[in-house]
């Protein structure tokens, strides 16, 4: 059984840092795209990066996040710097087949077939 264990959010001041964790069990991550997503209230879960082979950033997080990954943690990280208020949102980690989410798009939720229970990152002004 996969399971995805999100760790690391929090509140943070504007312009401030903080780095999410993601532990993976029943699979190994190296093998799988491995993705962060984001939820707002009221809004649509949007992607934000996205790490197999290389790595994909969503045009609102590139230059200020940074995902990476420690197979012999099988863990995946996002660190997140210069953070905006518009950042704060319900972060979910996810895990798909690199065929499946090739042929869907890394960017779309849809691709990957496991996720995280998520942790809220709130970010003031």
């Known amino acids: 059984q996969v399971q995805l264990v999100e760790s690391g959010g929090g509140l943070a001041q504007a312009g401030g840092s903080l780095r999410l964790s993601c532990a993976a069990s029943?699979?190994?991550?190296?093998?799988?795209?491995m993705g962060w997503f984001r939820q707002a209230p009221g809004k649509e879960r949007e992607f934000v990066a996205a790490?197999?082979?290389?790595?994909y950033y969503a045009d609102s997080v590139k230059g200020r996040f940074t995902i990476s990954r420690d197979n012999a943690k099988n863990t995946v990280y996002l660190q997140m710097n210069s953070l905006k208020p518009e950042d704060t949102a319900v972060y979910y980690c996810?895990?798909?087949?690199?065929?499946?989410?090739?042929?869907?798009?890394?960017?779309?939720?849809?691709?990957?077939?496991?996720w995280g229970q998520g942790t809220q990152v709130t970010v003031s002004s």
């Open positions: 996810a895990s798909g087949p690199r065929g499946t989410i090739a042929r869907a798009g890394v960017m779309t939720p849809s691709g990957y077939d496991y």
């Open positions: 029943g699979r190994t991550i190296s093998s799988y795209f």
């Open positions: 790490i197999s082979v290389i790595t």
